[in-house]
Structures are given as C-alpha cells and as structure tokens.
Nanobody
Framework: QVQLVESGGGSVQPGGSLRLSCVGS????????MSWYRQFPGKERELVAQ????????YDSDSVKGRFTISRDNAKNTVYLQMNSLQPEDTAVYYC??????????WGQGTQVTVSA
C-alpha cells in the first residue's frame, strides 16, 4: 500500500521557520522525483519545489527561491522542505508528491502551514 505522510506543519510568526517532512512507503522511493506543492483556498495546487531521484538537481519556484530548500534522504524514504523567512502569503496546505510516470504518481494528505503575527 502506497503512502506519503507529511508532517511538520503548524503556525508560525512572520520571519519564522518550519521544516516539513514527507515519508514514503509502499514504493521504490529512491526512483521517484519528489515535489512539494501548496494550495491556497479556492486555488489550484502550485509547484513549490522539486528534487530529482538522486537528489542532484532541484527546482524552486520564484516565489520561494532563496527562502525554501528541498532535500531528500533516500535511506530514510523522506523528502524535506526547509522553509525560512516565512510570510503570511506562504499560508497554505502543503502537499508532497512522488512521480515516476503517469501511472505512478502519488500524493500525500497535506499539512497546513499558517503564518500570522
């Protein structure tokens, strides 16, 4: 049974930091591209950051570049999103996604991040 379980969300003041974790099971984690998305109320999910299967290359969206860092530990089947300098506009539900091909794509259940004074 495939599972992606996110954790680490919560409430933080502007300028604060959080680290999200996503643990995968039931599939060959190290073969998958891993991504973090976020979703604002009433909006489509948007890509925040992505990392290749071997962790050598990453992508960050312009809105988080320089503040968020994606990383992974394939030995622990875990992908991380370190979020620094958080701002109220980062408030959203954050999801991790595992992608191998169109037949093998999995999503986590999401974790809420709230940034407010």
């Amino acid at each position: 049974q495939v599972q992606l379980v996110e954790s680490g969300g919560g409430s933080v003041q502007p300028g604060g930091s959080l680290r999200l974790s996503c643990v995968g099971s039931g599939f060959t984690f190290g073969a998958y591209i891993m991504s973090w998305y976020r979703q604002f109320p009433g909006k489509e999910r948007e890509l925040v950051a992505q990392i290749t299967a071997n962790g050598e290359r990453t992508y960050d969206s312009d809105s988080v570049k320089g503040r968020f860092t994606i990383s992974r530990d394939n030995a622990k089947n875990t992908v991380y999103l370190q979020m620094n300098s958080l701002q109220p506009e980062d408030t959203a539900v954050y999801y991790c996604k595992a992608y191998l091909n169109f037949r093998n794509e999995y999503w986590g259940q999401g974790t809420q991040v709230t940034v407010s004074a």
